[in-house]
């Protein structure tokens, strides 16, 4: 059973920062797309950010775009995701997710709040 795992979650307050991480291990890292979701309380999970197996394609949610940077290192099987200027409105439980052909994994989830 392959199971992703998150880190960096927590407290922050309005306009700060936070690096999510994301390890991957038991899979074969380089083959997969990597994305980050989130869910918000009484939200649909919505996809924030993903990036393809090489890094040469990324892509955000407009929410999002301009405060958050995915970027993944193979080496390591990790996947970041950098949030900057966090906003309440991205208080959210973050998941990472790796996708290849039929194949599909997830996190557990780590839990953001922004709040003052």
Do not use: H
């Not at 955000?60 to 193979?74: C, H, L, P, Q, W």
């Amino acid at each position: 059973q392959v199971q992703l795992v998150e880190s960096g979650g927590g407290l922050v307050q309005p306009g700060g920062s936070l690096r999510l991480s994301c390890a991957a291990p038991g899979i074969t890292f380089s083959w997969y797309t990597m994305n980050w979701y989130r869910q918000a309380p009484r939200k649909e999970r919505e996809l924030v950010a993903g990036i393809t197996s090489a890094g040469n394609r990324i892509n955000y949610a407009d929410s999002v775009k301009g405060r958050f940077t995915i970027s993944r290192d193979n080496d390591k099987s990790m996947v970041y995701l950098q949030m900057n200027s966090l906003k309440p409105e991205d208080t959210a439980v973050y998941y990472c997710n790796a996708q290849w052909g039929s194949l599909d994994y997830w996190g557990k989830g780590t839990l953001v709040t922004v709040s003052s």
